[in-house]
């Protein structure tokens, strides 16, 4: 026997069985179609009396005519009336004061000031220097043995 001719069981036993989950899995699904109300709750009959309301499905009737195609013309009125209001938005967000102090040193001070208030973990504050001295004594752990001499 083939290679191929070997593994065709498996493929066809692997086959029935995704085939086996899938439909089971579709049959799990058909009672979430028709779902009961727990006659024991105290909203029960308004619940039932919505579902009984709105259990009919929207016919064609319900629905809006197609109608006859949007001309280009229109199409290009509401493109140039976005444009329009975007720059009118733009330029209303160009007028904006984004900086409150107006000085940026001093913004810089107060934020530093800021950070600076705010008491930092001790393994925040490690330098640099110690978490390379760290990753040096790691990668020095972590490399391989030298080859053993079978000679």
Known sequence: MTAGEMNAPITKIAALLVAAAGISGLGGCANAFNPRTDTTSPVAPRVQALVDANRE???????????????????????NTLKVSGAALAGEVSRLQWDQTGDPAAYAADTRARVNAVPVSPVTAETLREIEEFTRRTRERGRAPPPIDRR
């Open 57 to 79: 499905y929207p016919r064609w009737e319900d629905f809006p005519r197609a109608s006859a195609p949007i001309p280009a013309q229109q199409f290009a009125v509401q493109v």
